[in-house]
């Protein structure tokens, strides 16, 4: 619907319909317990409405946002996590486990993963 001027009448558009379906899938680890308190406070959400598979745009998360929290996962768990890694990664389980890879390699100073080296850190 259109107002008088040509624009787009915004109070006269449908409230979106969005899927109430519960999906809280619980975490796991402790990376994924503190990303879920992370993401809780930025996008000002219960833990329950969140869940380690819901993506962070699909829960009102936008490049601002996005921004907010790469800085305090880097606080949190002192590491390099680029704003590519939000939209390549956009829910807790994948950002986990990204962080926990990371950390791996830290620990044993690498900068890539081979052959079993791959196994144990996904085991």
Known sequence: PFNSSGKID?????????????????SVSATEKLLEKIW??????????IGTNRSF?????????AIVLINKIAKEFNVSFPLEKIFENPTIKQQA??????????????TELEGD???????
Do not use: C
């Open 40 to 49: 809780s406070d930025t996008l000002n959400l219960t833990i329950t409405s």
């Open 117 to 123: 080296m791959i196994r144990e850190v996904i085991i």
């Open 10 to 26: 915004k109070k006269k558009l449908p409230e979106p319909e969005i899927e109430k379906e519960n999906q809280y899938v619980a």
């Open 97 to 110: 486990e990204f962080i926990d890879v990371n950390e791996w390699l830290s620990k044993n100073n690498t």
């Open 57 to 65: 745009f699909e829960l009102g998360g936008h490049s601002l946002k």
